[in-house]
Structures are given as C-alpha cells and as structure tokens.
C-alpha cells in the first residue's frame, strides 16, 4: 500500500533542492529512517522518492540547521506512520487535530536534528 502521498512546503522550501550539510548522511537519514529510495546522487545533490513523495537534497557545507525550514508530508495513514517511525530514537511529537484553510488534519511531527528539518505528517480528518 501506498503511504505517502506528497510532500509540500510550509515556509517556502524548495522542495527540489533542500540544503544539507553532507549528502550522505543526509541520503542515510531519509533512506534508513524514512523510507525513501534513491533516484539519482552525486556528491553535491541528490533526488529522493517514497510512493508520490519526491526531494531533492543539495550538499551546502554552510547550512545551519537552527534555520532550516520545515514541509508536510501527506499520508495515507497515520497512525501506521507513526507507529513505523516509533521506537527509532526520534524527537516525535504525538498525534493532534490542526486546522488549515478550514479543514481539519491529524498530524504529528518530527524534528530531524542534523540538518534541523521539521517533518509534518500529516492525513485528513474524515468527515462523517
């Protein structure tokens, strides 16, 4: 089954070029802990993908982490991506409602600390 469903940036992100200190262990990180495959890499970019989830990282050996930004990632279901990021060591936040643009969506986040990007899960509420 499909589990991520897109990724969007929330404070202006270039989602095909994010900044990262080193490419590898940026490259390790999204593989290993999130789940994503490598598409292409070289030692100063690479593209990553989960399901109809795509980034780009871009090696910038200046990135601060403490102004990194942060993005959504839409998925399918929540509590199983919770649960598959559960027991890893990661700063995970619990579960809450949030309210975007009048629709309401469950969401939990997650802070990566060595390029500092702030992860918001996120799935909609269903009505009914």
């Given amino acids: 089954m499909k589990q991520l469903n897109g990724v969007y940036p929330i404070s202006g992100e270039d ?12 490259v390790e990180f999204y593989r290993t802990v999130l789940g994503f495959t490598v598409v ?3 030692d100063a ?9 795509r980034i780009g990282l871009v090696r910038k050996p200046d990135h601060k982490p403490g102004e990194a930004g942060s ?10 991506m919770r649960a ?8 995970l936040g619990g579960i809450r ?3 975007w643009d009048g629709k309401k969506y469950r ?5 990566e600390a060595e390029n500092g990007y702030c992860y918001c899960f996120t799935q909609p509420v269903a009505e009914g």
Avoid: C, H, N
């Fill in 15 to 26: 989602l095909s070029a994010l900044p990262v200190k080193a490419i590898a262990p940026a």
């Fill in 40 to 42: 292409d890499r070289d």
């Fill in 45 to 53: 970019a690479a593209t990553l993908q989960r399901d109809d989830a």
């Fill in 71 to 80: 993005f959504a990632i839409a998925v399918a279901d929540l509590d199983a």
């Fill in 84 to 91: 598959e990021l559960d027991g890893r060591g990661l700063d």
């Fill in 97 to 99: 409602v949030d309210e």
């Fill in 107 to 111: 969401v939990f986040f997650l802070r």
